[in-house]
Structure formats: structure tokens, C-alpha cells
């Protein structure tokens, strides 16, 4: 079964820097490869709604980020490991969240679309905690 497991969260100061990274797997026989899906990555703060940070699409020339996170994060795939990383700089005390990997087959093979919206996701990792303080 399609799944994904975040893992690279953990306690960072103020400034300081960390990578998050999504590995993915149970992909059909017929679709073993990255390049059928695309990949979100979410966040949620306590009390508050999970937003959409960033997207690759499945061709994985495309990429969007939520105006909160332009300049300091990006976003990349690594297809031999069938894994997607969030790479997040000059983190504050307002990143402090649980961080989501989500994926989906809904735009197809080889496409430059994608959307940090939840309803476009079919399947979600467990999340992983990062907590931004001194």
C-alpha cells in the first residue's frame, strides 16, 4: 500500500537550520517510480490549521511554496531513494510544528502540476515533530 514516513524533525535554535525527509513506498508495479507523483508538505501548529508549505510536482521540474516559507525553504526528490526533502533555513520560533508529507497520483506521469492544498493528497505520513527554540 502507498505510504509515506516522515522523519528529520527534532530541536533547532533560532536561525539554525534542518531537513526534512519523506520516504516513500508500496508503489504499484506499474507506477515504480517518482515521477507519478507528486509530494506536499504541510504543517501544524498547535491550535491552529495545518497550512500547505511546498510541492514537487511528479516530473519534478515544478515547485510551489506558500509565501510564508519563499526564500528559506526548498524543496527536492531524490529518485534513487524515493524520498522528497524539505530543506528549511533561518528557522523561527513560529516554524515550531508537526510537519506532514503527503502524495498523490492525482495529476499523473510526468506532470509540472501541483498544489499545497490538502484535498488534493490521497495519502499522509505520521508527521514529525520540529520545535524551534533556544
Known amino acids: 500500500q502507498l505510504q509515506v514516513v516522515e522523519s528529520g524533525g527534532g530541536l533547532v535554535q533560532p536561525g539554525g537550520s534542518m531537513r526534512l525527509s519523506c520516504a516513500a513506498s508500496?508503489?504499484?508495479?506499474?507506477?515504480?517510480?517518482?515521477?507519478?507523483?507528486?509530494f506536499g508538505w504541510f504543517r501544524q501548529a498547535p491550535g491552529k490549521a495545518r497550512e500547505g508549505i511546498s510541492c514537487?510536482?511528479?516530473?519534478?521540474?515544478?515547485?510551489v511554496y506558500a509565501d510564508s516559507a519563499k526564500g528559506r525553504v526548498t524543496i527536492y526528490r531524490d529518485d534513487a531513494k524515493n524520498t522528497v526533502y524539505l530543506q528549511m533555513n533561518n528557522l523561527k520560533h513560529e516554524d515550531t510544528a508537526l510537519y506532514y508529507c503527503?502524495?498523490?497520483?492525482?495529476?499523473?506521469?510526468?506532470?509540472?502540476?501541483?498544489?499545497?492544498?490538502?484535498?488534493?493528497?490521497?495519502?499522509w505520513g505520521p508527521g514529525t515533530q520540529d520545535t524551534v527554540a533556544s
Open positions: 503527503a502524495i498523490t497520483r492525482r495529476y499523473g506521469y510526468g506532470s509540472s502540476a501541483c498544489a499545497i492544498s490538502r484535498i488534493e493528497y490521497e495519502r
Open positions: 514537487i510536482s511528479s516530473s519534478g521540474r515544478s515547485t
Open positions: 508500496g508503489f504499484a508495479a506499474s507506477e515504480f517510480s517518482l515521477d507519478y507523483y507528486a
